[in-house]
């Protein structure tokens, strides 16, 4: 563990005092590691979610410490299903409860967020990045990412959490994937990134739909992610309608509204449903060994890009960038 003395004394951070009062950039006494934290250097952290994920590199660690050394660099997430604890979103001064459990962290030791120049997190939630193979040149067999690409980490990591599908087609490298939606210019874009991708648009008519998901015979696995405003649509009785026997359903969407399905059609295909929120650190762990793969690109040539990235003092900026960015497009803060 590094010294105490060998850390800045203060640092830059982006505070919310009062939901009645806009965030203000302030200087404040540097937090310090103690057992079951380290203490990190913010490289780029993202609007997306406030204050909740970042990229950056451990200057010192707790004294617990056994595998994460001081100059890596670390994916940091506080989002990760699965702790005892529950999960909760660290915003600096102002805490979203998820149980009392969460609240007791999110009050008290983690209260504040990533929209600074250095924080103290969690050990567990400090996930080893391999820094040569990322950021690497490529002539010497790096993959050329700036810190700000791997910022599309945490755009990726939903989807690829909940859907099977998804995922083993990506790790296999093989399969088909069918995107429903109604956007024509989004469906476009995803057809060119990939010729094992088609698309359908849904129409609103089930059984057209489902018609057209046919072509491509029946399907292994249905992902839904639909936003709240698809309730009542009618993509989730076409998707299932298409599935093989012994077929999968993953639920990971926001729809507030029940959704009905044909029972004895559902018992008689052996068709089996699961719901999942956000993602285990195992898949974390697994995502990343794709990107490192190469075979997912986090840039151009992945139908990603980083649509514009801002200082601390730009927060304002940062945060409309991000209400309006494009499907393909990430925003950064870099403090």
Known sequence: MATASR?????????LESTEQPPQVKTVPTPQP??????????????MV???TAIGRVPAA??????????KLVLLECTIRGRDNGSAVMLSGIVQDFNDASAKLMHGEWRNS?????????????IPLNETRLLGDPSAGGLGY??????????????????VAVRVALAMAAGRIIAMGRNEVALKQLRELDGRVSTVKITGD????????RTWGLADAFFDISPPMAAGSTHFRSGIAVLRNGGRISLMGGLPSDVSFAYEDFMVRGLSMKGTWMYTREQIDDFLRLVESGLLSLSKRGGL??????????????FEAAKVAQTDETVAILP
């Open 7 to 15: 850390l800045p004394e203060s640092h830059r951070v982006l505070q």
């Open 305 to 318: 890009r980083v649509g514009a990235t801002f200082g601390l003092e730009q927060w304002r900026e940062a």
């Open 146 to 163: 700036r810190v700000e690409d791997l910022m599309h980490i945490f755009r990726l990591l939903v989807p690829y959490g909940g859907s």
């Open 50 to 52: 406030p204050g909740c």
């Open 206 to 213: 089930m059984e057209a739909d489902a018609a057209a998901l």
């Open 114 to 126: 990533t929209y600074a120049q250095y924080c103290k997190f969690p050990l567990e939630n400090c």
């Open 62 to 71: 707790g004294p617990d410490a056994t595998t994460l050394a001081p100059g």
């Open 34 to 47: 103690g057992p079951g934290s380290a203490f990190v250097q913010v490289l780029a952290a993202a609007p």
